[in-house]
Structure formats: structure tokens, C-alpha cells
């Protein structure tokens, strides 16, 4: 059972990434998803969730109308794609399983000019 991280890199502000976990020995629609991402000296900040009933969304307020998390059930695959990025998105994302906190080994997003 586990969660790989993936789709990260360095953008200039206004730029976009697609953030993809990959989920192995378990099946992602099962259990709510959710992205968490950790800024330099910052603690953890919950960033987005899908909910297995229905699919609800929900986003923290600084993403909404910039991020999108979904999911592709066939391939058993978690998403967060960003548009608009800024500087303040900074951080080290990864994903994790609501459940039991089971999370990937995260993906480094860097928005710089």
C-alpha cells in the first residue's frame, strides 16, 4: 500500500504544473484524497480534498479558482493541477489518504522569476 508523488518542478509565476499520486494496494475512490502541501519552516497546510461520495470538492481559500484536484479511477491516480501560480505556492505538495494519513513522498513545487 502506497502513494507516489509525481509532476512537480520550478515555474515562473502564472505558470501551471499537474501534480499526479499514483496509489498502489488500495483503490483511491474508495477513501477521501486529499493534497497537503509544506512550505520552508511553515507547518503542513491542507490544500484540497475529494470526497468518495460523490466526489465533492473543497479547496482551502488562497487556491479556489486556481487549483483543480480530481481523480482517474480507471488508472487509480490522484490529481492537483495549478494554474496561475505564485510565488506563495511555494512548498513541498503530497497527497494523503484522510482515513489514516497515509501519504506520498511528496513533490516540490517552486514558483520563481
Known amino acids: 500500500v502506497q502513494l507516489v508523488d509525481s509532476g512537480g518542478g520550478t515555474v515562473q509565476p502564472g505558470g501551471s504544473l499537474r501534480l499526479s499520486c499514483a496509489a498502489s494496494?488500495?483503490?483511491?475512490?474508495?477513501?477521501?484524497m486529499m493534497w497537503v502541501r509544506q512550505a520552508p519552516g511553515k507547518g503542513p497546510e491542507w490544500v484540497s480534498a475529494?470526497?468518495?461520495?460523490?466526489?465533492?470538492?473543497h479547496y482551502t481559500d488562497s487556491v479556489k479558482g486556481r487549483f483543480t484536484i480530481s481523480r482517474d479511477n480507471a488508472k487509480n491516480t490522484l490529481y492537483l493541477q495549478l494554474n496561475s501560480l505564485e510565488p506563495e505556492d511555494t512548498a513541498l505538495y503530497y497527497c494523503?489518504?484522510?482515513?489514516?494519513?497515509?501519504r506520498g513522498q511528496g513533490t516540490q513545487v517552486t514558483v520563481s522569476s
Open positions: 475529494i470526497n468518495t461520495a460523490g466526489g465533492q470538492t
Open positions: 494496494g488500495f483503490t483511491i475512490s474508495s477513501y477521501d
Open positions: 494523503l489518504r484522510g482515513i489514516d494519513s497515509l
